[in-house]
């Protein structure tokens, strides 16, 4: 039972730099979304997709991209790492968009 | 718009202390109410929701439309409650989840 399942886990990247964080769920969930956890924030949606080819803008979605081209993966893209995209960042699925299964997160820290 | 609210960043309690997480939400329509724990180094799971009106680890919640409430109960709190948790809303799936701040609970033995 992997369920949803992040790569990497952690991360150390340069202001500037490109990375990819994957998202994998093997649950056949409809609903894929990517947040960001930090200190004193709650969890924030970064973006979120509602289907296979579908992609939503969430609450910050600024310096961030994100692809579904498969059903069970959603990718999320920073093209110019800043040191305020240090965060922890948690992916999670679900099948009606409600109660949501979330992965082990990613330790990202810009430098 | 959807807000949900958790008023306490940090809540420290006694072992086998009563044990209230505080959530208010603001949504005209009828939400899905959720309570999601993270414990240490690990990845959110779900605690609780409303329309499963069930008790998990000792844990309730009920919701109160008048008071735009869910608030987490407990009646004795025990150490491995120690860990940070979040109040969250869905207008039915038609959204993704709205995640309040957190409350980090403390239970000192």
């Known amino acids: 039972n992997a369920g949803v399942t992040q790569t990497p886990k952690f991360r150390v990247l340069k202001t500037g730099q490109s990375m990819t964080l994957l998202c994998a769920q093997d649950?056949?969930?409809?609903?894929m979304y990517w947040y960001r956890q930090d200190p004193g924030m709650g969890l924030r949606l970064i973006h979120y997709?509602?289907?296979?080819?579908?992609?939503a803008k969430g609450e910050v979605p600024d310096g961030y991209n994100v692809s579904r081209l498969k059903k069970q993966n959603f990718l999320l893209g920073l093209e110019s790492a800043a040191p305020s995209q240090t965060s922890v960042y948690f992916c999670?699925?679900?099948?009606?968009?409600?109660?949501?299964?979330f992965g082990q997160g990613t330790r990202l820290t810009v430098v | 718009a959807q807000r949900v609210t958790q008023p306490e960043k940090l809540l420290s309690v006694f072992k086998g202390a009563p044990v209230e997480l505080k959530c208010n939400y603001s949504?005209?329509?009828?939400?899905?109410l959720f309570w999601y724990v993270q414990y240490s180094r690990q990845r959110l799971q779900l605690l609780l929701r409303?329309?499963s009106r069930e008790s998990i680890k000792g844990f309730t919640a009920d919701l109160n439309k008048g008071e735009t409430s869910f608030h987490l109960k407990k009646p004795f709190a025990q150490e491995e409650d120690s860990a940070m948790y979040y109040c969250?809303?869905?207008?039915?799936?038609?959204?993704?989840?709205?995640f309040g701040k957190g409350t980090r609970l403390s239970v000192i033995a």
């Open positions: 997709s509602v289907g296979e080819g579908t992609t």
């Open positions: 409303h329309i």
């Open positions: 969250a809303l869905s207008d039915q799936g038609n959204t993704p989840l709205v």
């Open positions: 649950m056949n969930h409809e609903y």
């Open positions: 999670a699925s679900s099948s009606t968009g409600t109660r949501a299964f």
């Open positions: 949504y005209s329509g009828s939400p899905e």
